[in-house]
């Protein structure tokens, strides 16, 4: 079980990176994948002893949730 929600989310994070490249490779052809949504977080702490800083940037266009979808799919018909 646990194997399987990890395999998964793999899938999942496979499915969206390709997703997200196929979208910008193919964003000066079709004017639809110009549009992506762009979600940052940047969370900090600053201790005596220790300071970090972190920016995640997570974006995303319409072939994101293609390939997530299809990942899933596929992941669905490995099973």
Do not use: E
């Not at 990176?17 to 910008?24: E, H």
């Not at 600053?46 to 799919?73: I, P």
């Amino acid at each position: 079980m646990r194997n399987s929600i990890w395999r998964t989310a793999g899938f999942l994070f496979a499915g969206a990176v390709l997703g997200t490249l196929a979208g910008q490779l193919l964003a000066p052809q079709v004017p639809l994948l110009r549009h992506q949504t762009q979600l940052q977080w940047n969370p900090s702490a600053d201790w005596a002893v220790l300071r970090f800083s972190l920016n995640v940037t997570l974006r995303v266009n319409w072939l994101t949730l293609v390939g997530v979808v299809a990942a899933y799919l596929l992941r669905r018909r490995i099973k």
